[in-house]
């Protein structure tokens, strides 16, 4: 069974950074594309940011704030996210995909207040 072990949400001002952590096995990690997303209460959850390789796509909302990134020896994604804001409060997920193979995390809460 695959497991996506999150880590690093918290409480922040608004303005501030955080950077979330998600740690997986070496067998999905080298092959799947890794992503972060969200949900907001009330809200549909949505992508923020994707990496396969190298290559990595953005929700609109985060471009130039938030950055995703992998240590491919520590299995490893990270989502670096500065200048949050209020409207960034929300429980992030962890996302592993590979073909018809679907691994969530378990969920961090981040909030932003303002």
């Known amino acids: 069974q695959v497991q996506l072990v999150e880590s690093g949400g918290g409480l922040v001002q608004a303005g501030g950074s955080l950077r979330l952590s998600c740690a997986t096995s070496a067998s999905i990690f080298s092959v799947a594309t890794m992503g972060w997303y969200r949900q907001a209460p009330g809200k549909e959850r949505e992508l923020v940011a994707s990496?396969?390789?190298?290559?990595?796509t953005y929700v609109d909302s985060v471009k130039g704030r938030f950055t995703i990134s992998r240590d491919n020896a520590k299995n490893t994604v990270y989502l670096h996210m500065n200048s949050l804001k209020p409207g960034d409060t929300a429980v992030y997920y962890c996302?592993?995909?590979?073909?018809?193979?679907?691994?969530w995390g378990q969920g961090t809460q981040v909030t932003v207040s303002s």
């Open positions: 996302n592993a995909k590979y073909y018809n193979q679907v691994y």
């Open positions: 990496i396969l390789g190298y290559t990595t």
